[in-house]
């Protein structure tokens, strides 16, 4: 976490179906308020890039009381 509402991710996948591949992601998710954020994900890898954007809802009661 950069600070309580920015908050960086990544991470590898390795899927092997009938071939292997392998890929990499970065991400984001920006808090607007308690149950409220935004997403948003790149992704990269031999076959090309994937972008990604998206929502949450926090529906925890101990999140909502924060």
């Known amino acids: ?11 590898v996948e390795f899927i092997n179906l009938d071939s292997s591949n392998t890929s990499g992601k970065i991400g984001a998710v920006y808090t607007f308020t308690h149950n409220l954020a935004a997403t948003a ?16 809802l ?6 909502l009381r924060r």
């Open 41 to 56: 994900a790149l992704g990269f890898s031999g076959d090309g890039t994937t972008f990604f954007i998206g929502g949450r």
């Open 1 to 11: 976490m950069i600070n309580p509402q920015l908050e960086f991710n990544g991470g």
């Open 58 to 63: 926090y529906f925890d009661p101990l999140v």
